[in-house]
């Protein structure tokens, strides 16, 4: 009647895949404790890490709990325990985590009624709470590990896609916070059709790269000519990390999700190592706090 999850943090994006590339971090996430109670509804019951309402509707893995409690409507409810370890508004899939753990967990305990689609479909409202829009670049992921596409969110179609052996992520997260609201909020609405072109040749060729194994490839379709250019400019050091990251031999680089993080992909642990040592040279002289994450991907 009680499940522990591990709930995986996650990078959304993916340079050119703006809201429907995404790739997990298996190594970096959140735990949960979901638990059957006798007394109807969405109870939560202890959060640990940081700060989040414990009233259901105001709670990212309330809301998502709720919708699919709403679906099946039983009688009998649900308790959520919360151990927070990936921090709201870091750019590697915090709400998204929390969306997906509370919904997963309750499947696992009701014997798997809904499949994994489903699944991120209640936990698109989840994640609507705290970006005040449905997106599931993080969701997918989580939910389904490795690296995914959003084919559509209407209806919500999956595709996972192949990760090639020996790629890792490299990733820094300065102790600063940037709300995906915010961030989507100082993107321009239309976008030039040059720009376009260019985004939508890069996506493809990445996708392509990914089942082909293609390393070189990768390395020339990770740009963002599109949300990069305005979105940068709230990470202190964007530059100059994503440069030193490049220069330590990552295939490529880019903002994790809405940010502050930023991600690297490279082609073996060593580089991945490399790419640590070489961004935390940049941060350690500008006075703000991070912390690195390198991990294999799945
Ligand atoms: N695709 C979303 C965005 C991800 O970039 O706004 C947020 O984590």
């Not at 009680?2 to 809201?19: L, Q, R, Y």
């Not at 305990?109 to 709470?129: D, H, I, M, S, Y």
């Not at 020996?166 to 059709?193: F, N």
Request: proline fraction near 5%; hydrophobic fraction near 40%; include cysteine.
């Amino acid at each position: 009647n009680e499940i522990k999850i591990f709930s995986p943090a996650t990078v959304a994006n993916v340079a050119c895949g703006f809201d429907v590339l995404g790739f997990c971090l298996d190594s970096v996430g959140d735990d949960m404790v979901i638990r059957k109670t006798d007394k109807k509804g969405i109870y939560i019951t202890k959060i640990e890490g940081f700060d989040l309402p414990f009233e259901a509707e105001l709670n990212v893995a309330g809301v998502s709990a709720l919708a699919m409690y709403e679906a099946i409507n039983p009688d009998f409810g649900f308790e959520i325990e919360i151990y927070k370890n990936i921090k709201p508004g870091s750019g590697i899939g915090s709400s998204a985590a929390s969306a997906v753990g509370s919904v997963f967990g309750m499947n696992e305990l009701l014997g798997r009624p809904f499949n994994k689609t489903q699944l991120t479909e209640f936990a698109v409202k989840g994640e609507a709470l705290a970006s005040k829009c449905e997106h599931a670049d993080n969701l997918a992921p989580a939910m389904l590990g490795g690296f995914t596409l959003v084919k559509s969110m209407q209806p919500l179609e999956i595709l996972q896609i192949p990760t090639p052996e020996d790629l890792y992520a490299t990733i820094i997260h300065p102790q600063i916070e940037i709300k995906t609201s915010e961030a989507r909020a100082i993107l321009p609405k239309d976008v030039a059709l040059s720009n376009a072109v260019t985004q939508w040749a890069n996506f493809g060729s990445l996708i392509h790269a990914l089942h082909t194994s293609d390393f070189g490839l990768i390395e020339r379709s990770l740009k963002d000519v599109i949300v990069e250019p305005y979105r940068s400019q709230l990470i202190p050091h964007y530059q100059d990390v994503k440069k030193a990251m490049l220069d330590a031999g990552a295939l490529g680089a880019g903002i994790s999700g809405s940010g502050p993080s930023i991600f690297s992909l490279s082609k073996g642990s060593e580089t991945a190592v490399n790419v640590k040592d070489a961004i935390e040279k940049v941060y350690a002289t500008t006075g703000i706090d991070f912390d690195i994450h390198v991990t294999k991907i799945n």
